[in-house]
Each structure stands twice: as structure tokens, then as C-alpha cells.
């Protein structure tokens, strides 16, 4: 997997959509702030403030029947509209908080270059689903509209309110892509530990037979784990600091799709009860398209965050079974070896489980697994 090529889309990726006004520097393998990318982050505040001042307008048709027919929905708008200016300015705000802990991540992830593998294209899978679900149903709501284009007001009313969701769910994208490109670094490390452990034990047995059970390390070797076990501990930190950064900014995006999907459900139940015999066929398939896209998007997002902390986790708890599987064997290690092992192991325990909110744990595999641990 090439992590240049998918930190570049990754950064293109959140500049269009407003997360970010910082541009990777793809020598350094940092974010770098932007001219271009200042002036765009400026220009869609004064989009987002044009679009705003929509709402205010009384003179608005669709503002008015949504009043005038449920108080309910028009007060969730407007709550979803407050909170859209507190999600727009925090999510800049967060993003500029958040570099500080991403470039030392960043670092710990650079030079790793390679074919396309199936690992990059989950990657961009994870980056481009949500925009993929929501341009299918964009498509199939156009074609139900006969390509026509509806109202400017009514346009920007809702783009005041889409806008400052699709911001802040950068941090999610963000999030997850660089949980992903973690998850296959412990994957490399894994890897490179078990091959000294192995080679080190296949090492000791042929002098355990020759010489009477006196057993000779070799520097290169103490050094290549040493080597390991520190950047398995700087990795370990890092993205421990860049989870915690990331933490309130996906809390907030939990409060703002919880008002979106109220939204839906109950504009559903409310259109499902009394609004659909007022419209034809068609606008009827194009509100229930409309919907049902709500729902699909916030699913996807979280899909993918889920997909990926299980990974994670599976990743991890798979590098403790192995560590346990080498230190079971007491005398296929020496004693320097095995607290190398066991330092590794450590750092493995208290390092990449971060969890976004308890419910997401995957409780039943991770209860297996320890108490898997806990028997050897």
C-alpha cells in the first residue's frame, strides 16, 4: 500500500470538503498551511453565510408551510441550524488543534511505498463510500426531477443546513484513514517481531544442542527488537494523542447526525401519516429517496468507523496471541529476548484500543481473545 498516494487523496479529499485548509507537503510528509487552501475555507464560510441568511428570510414559501404544518419539524431545522454555525467554526477550529498531534503520526507512517494493494483500496473505499452512497441517490432524485433544478432559495436553505455536517464529518474520514494506514503499520511490525522471534528461537535450539544449554544472543538481534519495540511504543503514542484530539470532534458529529435522524424519522412518519396525499407519485419517490439517503450516509460513516477499530483490535489482539504463543515456550528464548517480549507485550496492552464510545467494543471477540490470553 502506497500511504503517500492515500494521505494525498485523504488531503484533497478534506480540503474540498472543508475540513481542512492545510496541504501535505509530500517531502516532508507533513500538513502545511495553505494560501489556496485559506481562501477556499473563506470563501465557503461566505457561501455558508449567504445560504444562513436564507433561513431568516420570511418571505420563504417552503419555511412557511414547514411552520405552518408540523412546529416540531421547523424547530428541529432550526436547531440543526444553530448548531450548524457552532459545527462549521468548531470544525476549522479542530482542525487547525488537530495538526499539531497528526504530523508526528504522520511521520510514523511516511515511507512506506508499494504497489496497489487490496489494503489501499479499502482505504479509499473508507474515504469515498459516503459520497458515493449520496451521489447514487442525488443521480436517481435528478432523474425523478427531470434534471430540473429547484428553487435558489430553497437550495441554499438546505445547503446551510448539508454544509456544515459534511464539514465536521471530515474528521471521521480523517479519523479512520489514518486508524486504517496504524492498523496496517502494527500489522508490519507484527510481522518483522515474529520473524526475529522465530529466527532468535531456531537460533537458540541449534546452540542449546551443541553446546549444553548455553545459549548466546547476538547484538543484531537484541537490536533489531529494540528497534521494534520502540517504534511500536512511538506508534503507540502518537496515534494515542491524535485519537484524544479527534475524540470531541466526533462526539459533536454524533449530536448532529442525532438531530438529522430525528429529522428524518419523524418527517417520515409525519409524511407516511398525513403529507402523502397532497403530493403525486413522483414527488413522493423523490422525498422517500430523500429520506432514505439520511439514513444510508450516517450509516456508511459509521460503518467504516466501526470497520475499522475492529481491525484494529482483531490486529492487535492477534499480535498478543503471538507474543503469548513465543513466551509460553520457556526455554526456546533467552532471558534478554523474553523481556523484550514482554516489554512489547506491554506496550501492546496499553496501547491501540482506543474506542470511540464503550457501545462500539466488539465486547464478545475482545472477551474471547483476553480470556484466551489470560489461560496461557
Known sequence: MNHSRVLRATNIVLLLSGYQMYWLDSKTHRFRLSLPGVVYILALGCIYAACFAQHLDASSSMLTILKNVSSFLFGLTRL????????????????????????????????????????????????????????????????????????LQDTMIGTALFMPHLCLAGCLRLYSILAWLTCGQLKEIHTNVEQALDANRKKDDEEIASTSF??????????????????????????????????????????INGNCLLFGIYSYVYYRNYWHVLFEDRKRRIFYAANASIYACIASDYVCLLLVQFFMEKERLGFLTSLDSFLSQRNALSKSIRCLAKDIKGTLLKSFHHKFLSLWRFDVIHFVLVKSHMKL
Open 80 to 151: 440543526q441550524l444553530l448548531l450548524g454555525v457552532k459545527v462549521f467554526s468548531y470544525a476549522v477550529y479542530s482542525s487547525v488543534r488537530a495538526v499539531g498531534v497528526i504530523n508526528p503520526l504522520m511521520a510514523s507512517l511516511a515511507g512506506k511505498e508499494s504497489g496497489f494493494r487490496k489494503e489501499e483500496a479499502m482505504a479509499y473505499a473508507l474515504l469515498i463510500s459516503s459520497f458515493g452512497i449520496l451521489l447514487c441517490f442525488g443521480f436517481y432524485i435528478a432523474c425523478e426531477m427531470n434534471f430540473e433544478l429547484p428553487p
Open 214 to 255: 548455553t545459549v548466546t544472543v547476538s547484538n543484531s538481534s537484541l537490536d533489531s527488537l529494540e528497534s521494534l519495540r520502540k517504534e511500536l511504543v512511538l506508534l503507540g503514542t502518537r496515534f494515542g494523542r491524535f485519537f484524544k484530539a479527534m475524540q470531541h470532534s466526533l462526539l459533536f458529529l454524533v449530536t
